[in-house]
């Protein structure tokens, strides 16, 4: 497993997508709900999400997977299609940490 992607939440989509384009990340996309991709050469790519003011916010690794069959580990959701043409999954590991598996392609 290879890491895919960085998955961030934030309180502010134009200001977070500033933030990263200043370190030099390029907007490879954004969606019509405060979202979007950015991207910085060949490495992990970074979503962005915003969330409500009430919830708090949080960052997840994404684990790039040859193959959509969970290990042996606690899942949490099983593989599932997702609206931008993934399939992914959540684990926890051992200390409650939550991993998005994505099937790679």
């Given amino acids: 497993m290879t890491i895919e992607a960085v998955?961030?939440?934030?309180?502010?989509?134009?200001?977070?997508?500033?933030?990263?384009?200043?370190?030099?990340?390029?907007?490879?996309?954004?969606?019509d709900h405060n979202s979007g991709l950015l991207r910085?050469?060949?490495?992990?790519?970074?979503?962005?999400?915003?969330?409500?003011?009430?919830?708090?916010?949080?960052?997840?690794?994404?684990?790039?997977?040859?193959?959509?069959?969970?290990?042996?580990?606690?899942?949490v959701t099983p593989f599932e299609d997702t609206h931008f043409g993934t399939r992914e999954a959540t684990v926890r590991d051992p200390d409650e940490r939550e991993w998005i598996l994505q099937a790679g392609s």
């Avoid at 998955?7 to 969606?31: I, M, P, R, V």
């Avoid at 970074?46 to 899942?75: C, H, I, R, W, Y």
Wanted: charged share 25%.
């Fill in 7 to 31: 998955y961030l939440e934030t309180h502010n989509w134009g200001k977070a997508a500033k933030f990263f384009q200043t370190l030099g990340f390029e907007l490879d996309f954004a969606t």
């Fill in 40 to 75: 910085k050469g060949d490495g992990p790519y970074l979503f962005v999400a915003e969330v409500p003011e009430n919830q708090a916010t949080g960052m997840k690794l994404v684990l790039k997977t040859e193959s959509d069959t969970v290990p042996d580990v606690e899942v």
